[in-house]
Structure formats: structure tokens, C-alpha cells
């Protein structure tokens, strides 16, 4: 068994318990995921099985899209609920226009600066471990791309103001950052409360299915698929597809410059393949 599950990962499980769920389902120990989700996030998480591990780093990921709710007047250790209680200040006096006009400076190219606990690493080790470990940790700012920032329901409780908005955003945009500067930039302070992640690429919550949905019947997206959802595709005649088996580069164009499937006749996937000069040359062969 190989292929991509789109798994609709539950609040309170790492995404390492998720791998660790689908190997027991799969009967195997070569499982991966792409794209970590946080314990309290939901949503959209993909996991490779077998030969799929070896196509996660090659997905062309680049486009992310969640539901999140941001509560404004507390700052967080974390930016998140899940981070003691830093400052609270009187969120009353924020109007929903307030909200909106700011919330539309976060859209388009950014530099923003990763929370302290997030993945990245720091002289080859996690942030989120070096926080742990009493280090104060700033993280340099990094280019993202906000494509859109909607705001939606606003309710108020007590002093806070609880915002619901809808974010897509190019892979490696932190919501929690976003959360921190809206806080920021409407003088309040921010966090998120709840983040839901729907979809990772071309992928969607209509393509996840639960836990114990998964349980119950191990739904897989074949690696053919994956190749057609994810990359530009082209299809090879015999003789090229026997070429391809035995990994030998191609006097083809394959018409775009990144990594190309390559199927046969048939449609079925056989490899990765990118232009060099006028030859196609293999990145991975999967057959």
C-alpha cells in the first residue's frame, strides 16, 4: 500500500500521533506527514504511506488556507491559547471597522516574525525547545504572502473582542503570528484561540476523513493521483516509460522547468522528472 491520506487531524493530538495512529492502521513504520499541525489546531494534514514518504518533500505545497478564531486584548507566552496569560488590556473601545481596517494592512507580502515557539531552528535546535529550556528567543522576520485575510463574525466577551476570520496564505505564514501583530497593531494585544486548517495545495477538507473513519476503512489517494492533483504530468510512450523504469534521462521537453510526472501510457505515475537543458533528467523514479 502506497499513497497520500488526507487526514482531518482532531484538537489534541501532535501530528507525530497521527503518523503514529496510521502506522498501526497500515501495518507499517513507513509513514510521514507533511506540514506539522499544532496539538490544539484541526484540520487538513497529509500523511504519506510507503513510497508516498519520498513524494512529501517534493509536493508542491505552496498555498495554505485556514478558519481561525483571534481573541483580542490578552497576549500569550505563545500567541496561542495554549500559552500562559502575558497582558490583558480593555478590548472594549476596538470597533469592528477598527478590526477590519487592520486586519487589511496583513494582506499581501509580509515580513513576519515567526512565534518564539514555533519549529524553526536555532543553531540546530527547535525555538519551541530552546522557550522550554528558560531561553528568551526572538526569531528574525522571514518573507510571506497573506493572499487574503477575511474577518467574519466579531463577538464580544467581557473585555475581549473575539474575532473569527478565513486566512490564505503561502506555506510558512505562522496564524499565530498573525493573531499576535493584529493585537499589535490595534494597540490591544492579540492570540489565537482556535485554528482549523482546510486546505494544504489542492487538497481539502472535502478529500480528509476522521480517525475513525480511517479506522474503520484506510482511505488512500494513490500516488497517480497525487501526481495529477500536484504537478504538471506528462505521458510517455513504452519505450520512454521502460527508459524511465531504469532511471535514464529523455531527449523530451517537458514544458515546465520544475518536477514533472511522468506517467505511462496507461496514466499510471512512474517518477519525477525536471529539464536540464534539452533532456529530461529523473529527481525521483518511483517504480
Keep these: 500500500m502506497s499513497g497520500l491520506v488526507v487526514v482531518d487531524k482532531p484538537a489534541g ?8 495512529r496510521l502506522r498501526r492502521l497500515a501495518g507499517t ?3 510521514g506527514h507533511a506540514g506539522t499541525l499544532d496539538p490544539m489546531a484541526t484540520g487538513v494534514l497529509l500523511v504519506g504511506i510507503e513510497r508516498a514518504t519520498r513524494m512529501l518533500g517534493h509536493l508542491t505545497l505552496t498555498e495554505k488556507a485556514y478558519d481561525a478564531t483571534v481573541r483580542l486584548g490578552r497576549t ?4 496561542d491559547a495554549e500559552g500562559d496569560a502575558v497582558l490583558d488590556r480593555d478590548a472594549r473601545q476596538v470597533t469592528d ?12 507580502p509580509l515580513d513576519q516574525r515567526p512565534s518564539s515557539v514555533s519549529a524553526v531552528k536555532v543553531d540546530g535546535r527547535r525555538a519551541y525547545a530552546r522557550v522550554r529550556a528558560g531561553e528568551d528567543v526572538q526569531l528574525p522576520t522571514r518573507g510571506v504572502t497573506v493572499h487574503e485575510l477575511a474577518v467574519h463574525r466579531l463577538r464580544r466577551e467581557s473585555a475581549f473582542l473575539d474575532v473569527d476570520v478565513t486566512v490564505r496564505c503561502s506555506s510558512g505564514t505562522y496564524v499565530r503570528a498573525i493573531a499576535r501583530d493584529l493585537g499589535e497593531a490595534l494597540g490591544v494585544g492579540g492570540h489565537l484561540t482556535a485554528l482549523r486548517r482546510t486546505a494544504v495545495g489542492p487538497f481539502d477538507l472535502a478529500d480528509a476523513h476522521t480517525l475513525e473513519e480511517l479506522t474503520a476503512h484506510l482511505h488512500v489517494l494513490d500516488l497517480s493521483e497525487v501526481a495529477r492533483r500536484t504537478f504538471p504530468t506528462v505521458r510517455l510512450d513504452d519505450e520512454q516509460a521502460q527508459s524511465v523504469r531504469h532511471g535514464r534521462r529523455l531527449a523530451v521537453g517537458l514544458g515546465a522547468d520544475g518536477p514533472v510526472g511522468v506517467l ?3 496514466g499510471t505515475f512512474l517518477a519525477l522528472y525536471e529539464q536540464r537543458g534539452e533532456v529530461a533528467a529523473p529527481v525521483a523514479v518511483f517504480v
Design 264 to 266: 505511462d501510457a496507461a
Design 13 to 20: 493530538m501532535t501530528s507525530h500521533d497521527v503518523v503514529a
Design 76 to 79: 500569550t507566552v505563545t500567541d
Design 97 to 108: 471597522d477598527d478590526v477590519r481596517a487592520a486586519a487589511a494592512r496583513f494582506v499581501g
Design 29 to 31: 513504520r513507513k509513514v
